[in-house]
Nanobody, 120 residues
Framework: VQLVESGGGLVQPGGSLRLSCAAS????????MGWYRQAPGKQRELVAT???????NYADSVKGRFTISRGNAKNLVDLQMNSLKPEDTAVYYC???????????????WGQGTQVTVSS
């Protein structure tokens, strides 16, 4: 199983970016997909998650500015980030809680991360 992120980059404060993540490989079921971030010198923190049923959860710091959504296929998840602030600068990681195969154990998988820098 691989999770591949795209869409990071440099943006000015107040700007927008859209991150995308695609899970590939033999996947039987995906239960939750989400985004986490880690800023320099800080612990990795939850940004937003979405369940297979469409229920979402956001960190207080991004509520009203970020929107998580599932793509057209069950293995895709996007994060629309608006009104970006310098404190949103971090490496953003895609995360998935999934079962690789019908007889395999459910587990948590991570992408390699994509840098988001908010600076003027």
């Amino acid at each position: 199983v691989q999770l591949v992120e795209s869409g990071g980059g440099l943006v000015q404060p107040g700007g927008s970016l859209r991150l995308s993540c695609a899970a590939s490989g033999g996947i039987d079921s995906i239960y939750v997909m989400g985004w986490y971030r880690q800023a320099p010198g800080k612990q990795r923190e939850l940004v937003a998650t979405i369940t297979s049923g469409g229920n979402t959860n956001y960190a207080d710091s991004v509520k009203g500015r970020f929107t998580i959504s599932r793509g057209n296929a069950k293995n895709l998840v996007d994060l629309q980030m608006n009104s970006l602030k310098p404190e949103d600068t971090a490496v953003y990681y895609c995360n998935a809680d999934l079962r690789p195969g019908a007889t395999m154990m459910r587990g948590t998988y991570w992408g390699q991360g994509t840098q988001v820098t908010v600076s003027s």
